[in-house]
């Protein structure tokens, strides 16, 4: 297993999870990062994104302000911090290691994915 994504869990509106991502130092420390989701029906889209040194971020529109993506690269880990959760956030959220130094939004940017941790938001 190259990724191993954990933090998942049942958590109501408005409430607060941090998703943690840990890798190898051969598949985390020099690569772009990000993370995923796929809520049920639907595709897999890019969530939020980090450079390989964490001077760079992106996110999607419905996430900002809400989510903080970031890392630590002497532990090989990757986070996001998700607050004020929605029902919309209900997903399986997914990390991935990017082919480059950077991290970008399409599924074919990276190489190496987690298994996968679900999200789920109660109202």
């Known amino acids: 297993v190259q990724l191993q994504a954990s933090g998942g869990g049942l958590v109501q509106a408005g409430g607060s999870l941090r998703l943690s991502c840990t890798g190898s130092r051969r598949t985390v420390s020099n690569n772009g990062m990000a993370w995923f989701r796929q809520a049920p029906g639907k595709e897999r889209q890019f969530v939020a994104g980090?450079?390989?040194?964490?001077?760079?971020?992106r996110y999607i529109d419905s996430v900002k302000g809400r989510f903080t993506i970031s890392r630590d690269r002497a532990k090989n880990t990757l986070y996001l911090q998700m607050n004020s959760l929605e029902l919309e956030d209900t997903a399986v959220y997914y990390c991935?290691?990017?082919?480059?130094?950077?991290?970008?939004?399409?599924?074919?940017?990276?190489?190496?994915w987690g298994q996968g941790t679900l999200v789920t938001v109660s109202s």
């Open positions: 980090i450079s390989w040194n964490g001077d760079g971020t």
């Open positions: 991935a290691a990017s082919r480059s130094s950077w991290a970008g939004s399409r599924e074919s940017d990276f190489l190496y």
